[in-house]
């Protein structure tokens, strides 16, 4: 029996699986190494590998703060004017998913408003 036993959150990922599991490329993951966002472990051969509970969790954080980004960026859009449909088609999200969105966090322009610019006819 090994003298320590492991878990599956204590497996050692290779950049390619951390890349994947963010879906960027390896070079990104060696910079997030280098910048000190993500921690590396070197092996005998001066390898980078990553901790995969280490990795989860900075997955989950990029995850919500991503869907935090996409809504204020979907608000910004439709406050300069972008039609729902437009919003949508952009960030690949339904009509009524992205009007859901926008209901919750801006308010909705009239139907058929036309934006006009101040001093404009």
Known sequence: MPPHSTSPDDDLLRPREVAEMFGVRTTTIARWARDGILSAVATPGGHR??????ITAALRSVRSSGRERTEQDAVRLYDQGWSI???AEEFGMSYGAMRRLLVNNTRLRERGAVRRSPGGT
């Open 85 to 87: 449909r437009r919003v």
């Open 49 to 54: 590998r990553y901790r995969r509970a280490e």
